[in-house]
């Protein structure tokens, strides 16, 4: 696998569903709850150890490190004795650490972490058993079809996910979360500076009743006015609209040329670092052209017919 991706990073784990119980728990609190258990090796998983404060080595095979809330919830501290439940199987542990994660997130509150290995060989007899593998490798698609042909080998079925196809991505609000809030935001800002625009628009209009009072005098019909108008106030639009997506699209450029990363932040741990590239797509452009052109039209559309079908004696009156 490290030969066929360039990466000598690859963390495996053991991620599963189980219950811990607390065998002393009082009346008052719950006997166990529903946890994540995750099977990892601390000596190599050094950002996970360092946003939860625990060291950089393996844990003991009898013992489990919990997160504050679940600690919380079954009454428990370093020191205490819980029980695994993953099917069938009962497994004992001694709580190694309560930690809080220094980059807190909504998924971290429901791990429980133990030594990978230990799990493995408890669980399965074969302490090199894995369920995932973490490859700190950039997103491409030459990258894929790499790693899919590398796992095709494997006898086993297997599964490709991208950091963005990922669970992760969800942390701390995903990438596309933050894209739907963009573009929600940007298209409703889009809409008031429409509609202030063509406010300005139709004031200015206003001011050139006298314009539309001579044209009419030299024998121009209210429907050649009507469209000189609407073509006028579409292409202010239109060269609006482009240096709007010129700026755009260096603002992008910008940000790609920096390369910013994930690096230090909420999901490296998870998944290695991951940099942010932005790519434009045709909707997020055309978008906002459909949505302004069709407000910018509707809005003005009205006063310039009725200014261009009045006689010349009320357009001077309005003047």
Not at 56 to 65: K, N, Q
Not at 140 to 148: F, H, K, W
Not at 238 to 265: E, F, H, K, P, R
Not at 270 to 277: E, H, Q, R
Request: aromatic share 8%; hydrophobic share 50%; proline share 4%.
């Amino acid at each position: 696998m490290s030969d066929a991706v360039g990466s000598d990073f690859i963390r495996s784990r053991l991620n599963l569903s189980a219950n811990v119980e607390n065998p002393s728990a009082s009346a008052d609190r719950p006997a166990s709850g529903s946890v994540t258990l995750v099977g990892a090796d601390l000596a190599v998983e050094h950002a996970l150890g360092e946003n939860l404060g625990l060291p950089p080595e393996r844990l003991g095979g009898d013992r489990i490190v919990l997160a504050d809330k679940v600690a919380r919830q079954l009454d428990v501290t370093t020191g205490d004795a819980v029980v695994v439940s993953i099917g069938a199987s009962r497994l004992d542990y001694i709580v190694d650490a309560v930690v809080t994660a220094s980059t807190p997130n909504f998924i971290l509150e429901s791990w429980v972490i133990v030594d990978r290995q230990a799990l493995a060989r408890k669980l399965y007899g074969d302490a090199d058993r894995t369920n995932a593998l973490l490859i700190d490798a950039p997103q491409t698609s030459a990258l894929r079809t790499e790693l899919a042909a590398a796992t095709s080998r494997l006898p086993c079925s297997t599964t490709i996910f991208l950091w963005s196809e990922t669970s992760w991505s969800s942390l701390m609000l995903g990438p596309t979360i933050w894209g739907i809030v963009l573009v929600a935001a940007s298209t409703f800002t889009f809409l008031i500076i429409c509609i202030g625009l063509s406010s300005l628009v139709y004031s200015a209009m206003l001011a050139r009743v006298a314009d539309i009072a001579v044209l009419k005098t030299s024998g121009a019909p209210p429907g050649s006015l009507r469209r000189m108008y609407v073509m006028e106030v579409v292409a202010q639009y239109l060269v609006g609209y482009v240096v709007g997506a010129i700026l755009a699209g260096a603002l992008m450029a910008g940000v790609n040329a920096v390369g910013l990363t994930s690096t230090d932040q909420a999901f490296t741990f998870a998944v290695g670092t991951t940099t942010l590239v932005l790519a434009p797509t045709w909707w997020v452009f055309l978008g906002p052209l459909g949505i302004g052109f069709v407000v910018t039209v509707a809005v003005l559309w009205f006063p310039i017919r009725s200014l261009c079908a009045q006689p010349v004696l009320d357009l001077l009156e309005i003047r």
